[in-house]
């Protein structure tokens, strides 16, 4: 089991809220990503960043932000969540090295914005 | 632009019946190429990798997938499925062009019944 958390795991919120999804880790990986889940399963890269104080937008436009102070902690914020950001947000960690590690995934966020 | 295709949405297999998840993929260079399992309201969970040699590659609760270089798939089987094998099952690849950002299939909902 991956030691990678995220919280809140259920959220509902109403529009113009603003909400922050937290996501730790306690493998010591330099590398973290956020992805978006659609209903339709598919899942979009969103955020990722390859050390502290390292971000970087993913292939799908968001008006979320990401922060990395600390190497375990990599929190995504909605400063005015709307109806369009309901969805399921997923957290993965990876160690160092190439591309061909693995990557573990947090249990996730399903939010809703009403 | 790298991108990884599942045909199927869903598979629907006869418990104790071989299980298979088709997975196509276009990446420049060699492929690194991964499934993922995601169980309801959970996270994905790692099930195998192929880096290099070997095509044939063994995984987590018996699945196993096949590098095909020539066809640039990689699908995945089980020989015997269980009823607890019933899950959505994610491909992904990522090629040195698009350094270590992974791209999903849209995923195969496989529904096994008893």
């Known amino acids: 089991e991956a030691d990678i958390y995220q919280t809140p795991r259920y959220l509902v919120i109403g529009t113009g809220k603003k909400i922050t999804l937290e996501c730790s880790q306690t493998m010591g990986h330099d590398k973290m990503y956020w992805y978006q889940q659609d209903p339709g399963m598919e899942l979009h890269l969103i955020h990722y960043s390859y050390g502290v104080n390292s971000t970087e937008k993913g292939d799908l436009s968001s008006e979320s932000t990401v922060s990395r102070i600390r190497t375990e902690h990599f929190p995504l914020t909605l400063e005015s969540a709307r109806p369009s950001h309901t969805s399921q947000y997923l957290c993965?960690?990876?160690?160092?090295?190439?591309?061909?590690?693995?990557?573990?995934f947090g249990p996730g966020t399903r939010l809703t914005v009403l | 632009a790298q991108s990884v295709a599942q045909p199927e949405d869903q598979v629907n297999v006869a418990e104790g019946n071989p299980l298979t998840v088709k997975c196509t993929y276009s990446v420049s260079g060699n492929p690194y190429l991964f499934w993922y399992v995601q169980y309801p309201n959970r996270g994905l969970q790692f099930l195998l990798k192929?880096?290099?040699?070997?095509?044939l590659v063994k995984g987590s609760y018996g699945f196993e997938a096949e590098f095909n270089k020539s066809q640039t798939s990689f699908h995945l089987k089980k020989p015997s499925a269980l009823v607890s094998d019933s899950a959505l099952y994610f491909c992904a690849a990522v090629g040195k062009a698009a350094g270590n950002k992974l791209t999903f299939g849209g995923g195969t909902r496989v529904l096994v019944k008893p």
């Open positions: 993965a960690s990876q160690e160092r090295g190439g591309p061909y590690n693995e990557q573990f």
């Open positions: 192929y880096i290099t040699g070997d095509n």
